[in-house]
């Protein structure tokens, strides 16, 4: 089987890519995380191009990520790392896409606070774009890592039972794994207090849990979910214990997944409130693994997007 | 003074039943015969109808112009300008300009402004609250006398159910209705659009339809205990409108308006034009169930008027991302043709309904003079073509603003002459 060309000038959503496209990056990525095998863990693909990491929210891990994945390509980086600061500012979006534009950028990654930035500066933008985060819309990246994540472990994502606990309403790691992994032929469940799961989420294709034991009995992959602790104070949750004895995942919680199931999770953990250390360090976790597959699959998406824009100039 | 004679028309005054071809004469700026047939006399000026549809001015009961104080967004003359050319002969223009209208002297000026543009007629309509900060009732018998003709918050709800109470007991002095911006802000909370299938597929915070169910709600029994005269702005759930249409049974001196892109648009629009500012406003672009229910109360009578909430924002403002971009979308050159085009001639709803939604029933909201051709009526007037084909192009507005969600749409029908007065004050070429 040929693999399909891949054609896109910018990597926005798992909304948007076709499973032909899905598998090419992660096919892709699977052959880079081997670079990272090897003592000199650098390639010259990315020569004389430039990444501008544009960070509108703080996110130390996944900037860092997309960093070192532009070094090993041999790119050159450039973090703006500024959280909120333009926009609070008053500079309007489009000045900042008229500012990033005079520094002819080969890339830029853009993680904001507001949903459909990335697309925005796209539309702006002759150079690719990158999406790490725009609110609670998609992190293309994140559900690509965890989905070679998983492979890696289970050799396939079709048929899989994954169940993802936490709070969904707010999740952009939940949306774009949900759009991904039922694409690639997964049963999803999620699983989050009735304060934290949207009505009509369903529609999604996905089955909905207000209790987490019925959504880990039998499952292969389960996914926990940052607590974003900020929004506790709001109205949401009573308290963090509450939700840590109704949602939190423990070794006895664990042993209603199948025997051989993994655990993952998107970091940065918030140990004993959605997650015990013994689970996090288990044998059954997978979570370091996933920051490895977090760089690869950035290698992957830079890589693609290269060739698109060789072929187009 | 010179006449004016529209003559061979179409027409459809509701205020009188009438659907007929008439010749109408206007004459020292009121309504001086309708038959059917009137012979011109020298120096008559002749309109000639024939073809068309002649209604009572169209009126727009909520409409933000943004003088004083925001006017690179619009002006009460470019305000008035985009309305007559949407066919409107009058509109009502909110309070939340910058200083709002919670004095006789911003009343004034916005009166002085519309004058000066000599164009449509311009009803302000006053504060509730000092500042529309929620706490001081402001002077109503001030703002009357200056020439409010009802008074809201609008933009803002009133959240205090007891100064929503008193502002009812004390409109009643002016026999004005106390008009709803109906959102509990607690519920609606950061949201920026509809809760529902959407809102939780895209991950955009959302306000719930809740929100303004219970807003109207409380107001409801509010209304009923103080005798009080409340009109729902912008009504946009099936709950709410339920609500409204019980309390109309019950005898309760209530009405409500709704606006064309909540008849026509749903909340999946948002996503589908990618976030697009232009698909931002307050309420939000409802879910499919609640928009069938608002084009049903077109019909069955429980909405009252059909209104813009013309709202007005720079290009650079809503050039901003979705979340970060105001709310609001202009109204004033396409609520006519939208109407037309997907209301009537889908055949959903009859023309003579539309022309009352728009003229008759607005004017009976705000108890406006207008609204009707009788004999010694204004001489207000709208002659309309069903036929003519308009793109809508927001940079041909008249309007200063362009923030419209129909950009592009190719409609049928729209007004080809508005008459103020007696004036012909926008002719279509
Ligand atoms: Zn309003």
Redesign the pocket.
């Known amino acids: 089987m040929t693999e399909p060309a891949w054609t896109r000038k910018d990597l926005l959503g798992i909304g948007e890519l076709s499973v032909a496209e899905i598998e090419l990056i992660l096919n892709t990525a699977e052959s880079f995380a081997e670079v990272a095998e090897r003592p000199v863990k650098k390639v010259p693909t990315l020569r004389g191009k430039t990444v501008v990491n544009l960070f509108f929210e703080p996110s130390t891990r996944t900037r860092v990520s997309f960093e070192i994945a532009a070094q090993r390509l041999s790119a050159d980086v450039v973090n703006f790392t500024s959280a909120g600061s333009s926009q609070v500012k008053g500079e309007t979006l489009a000045d900042t896409a008229k500012n990033i534009a005079s520094m002819a950028p080969d890339f830029v990654v853009v993680r904001h606070a507001h949903a459909g930035v990335p697309a925005m500066l796209a539309r702006q933008l002759e150079c690719g774009v990158v999406n790490a985060g725009d609110g609670a819309h998609e992190h293309p990246t994140q559900a690509l890592l965890d989905a070679t994540t998983i492979r890696l472990h289970k050799g396939r994502i079709a048929g899989l039972t994954v169940a993802m606990v936490g709070d969904i309403m707010h999740s952009r790691v939940v949306r774009s794994n949900i759009l991904l992994l039922t694409r690639l032929g997964a049963r999803v469940r999620v699983a989050g207090p009735r304060t934290m799961v949207p009505r009509g989420i369903e529609t999604l294709g996905v089955e909905v849990h207000h209790e987490l034991e019925p959504a880990l009995a039998g499952a292969d992959v389960v996914m926990m979910l940052r607590l974003q602790l900020e929004r506790q104070s709001r109205t949401l949750l009573p308290s963090l214990s509450e939700y840590s004895r109704l949602f939190g995942l423990d070794a006895e919680r664990m042993r209603l997944a199948k025997p051989d199931a993994i655990v993952l999770h998107p970091g940065p953990m918030n140990r004993g409130v959605e997650i015990t250390s013994e689970v996090a360090d288990g044998s059954q976790s997978v979570i370091l693994e996933q920051v490895g597959q977090g760089v690869a699959v950035r290698m992957a998406a830079l890589y693609l997007l290269a060739g698109t824009r060789e072929a187009r100039s | 003074m010179s006449r004016l004679l529209v003559r061979g028309g179409r027409v459809i005054d509701p205020s009188q039943g009438l659907d007929g071809r008439r010749d109408l004469l206007l004459e020292d700026g009121r309504v001086a015969r309708l038959e059917a047939a009137i012979d011109a006399r020298d120096g008559d000026r002749v309109i000639d109808a024939a073809g068309r549809v002649v209604t009572p001015g169209l009126i727009d009961i909520h409409v933000h112009l943004r003088e004083p104080g925001q006017e690179a967004k619009e002006t009460v003359a470019s305000g008035a300008a985009a309305a007559v050319a949407g066919g409107f002969t009058a509109v009502a223009c909110m309070a939340n300009t910058s200083p709002v209208n919670d004095s006789r002297l911003v009343t004034e000026l916005v009166l002085g402004a519309a004058r000066a543009a000599g164009l449509a007629r311009v009803h302000p309509v006053g504060a509730i609250s000092m500042g529309l900060e929620g706490e001081q009732l402001a002077p109503f018998g001030q703002l009357v006398a200056a020439g409010c003709v009802a008074v809201s918050d609008?933009?803002r709800p009133v959240m205090s159910a007891e100064l929503m109470r008193r502002a009812l007991e004390f409109a009643r002095h002016f026999r004005i209705p106390v008009v709803q911006?109906a959102q509990d802000l607690d519920l609606s909370g950061e949201g920026v659009m509809h809760e529902g299938v959407a809102s939780a597929c895209c991950g955009l915070p959302g306000i719930p339809g809740a929100a303004e169910d219970v807003m109207v709600a409380r107001d409801l029994i509010l209304t009923e205990d103080s005798g009080g005269r409340y009109h729902v702005?912008?009504i946009s759930t099936a709950r709410a409108l339920g609500l409204v249409r019980e309390a109309k049974a019950r005898g309760l001196n209530v009405t409500c308006e709704v606006t064309p892109h909540h008849l026509l648009l749903d909340d999946r629009a948002v996503t589908a034009s990618g976030f697009d500012a232009n698909f931002k406003m307050?309420p939000p672009l409802r879910g499919e169930s609640d928009v069938a229910a608002l084009v049903a109360g077109l019909v069955d009578g429980t909405v009252d008027a059909i209104a813009s909430?013309h709202a007005p924002h720079t290009r650079d403002e809503k050039a901003l991302e979705f979340q970060a971009a105001p709310f609001g979308i202009v109204g004033l050159e396409t609520a006519l043709p939208l109407c037309l085009d997907r209301l009537v001639a889908a055949g959903i709803l009859p023309l003579a309904r539309l022309v009352e939604l728009m003229s008759t029933g607005p004017a009976r909201v705000l108890g406006l003079p207008g609204g009707t051709l009788a004999i010694g009526a204004p001489a207000d007037v709208t002659v309309i073509d069903l036929e003519r084909e308009l793109d809508v192009v927001a940079a041909r507005f008249r309007s200063k603003a362009r923030n419209t969600p129909f950009e592009g749409w190719k409609l049928r029908g729209c007004a080809v002459a508005t008459i103020v007065g007696g004036r012909l004050v926008y002719e279509r070429d």
Request: charged share 30%; proline share 0%.
């Open positions: 609008d933009g911006h702005a912008h307050q909430d």
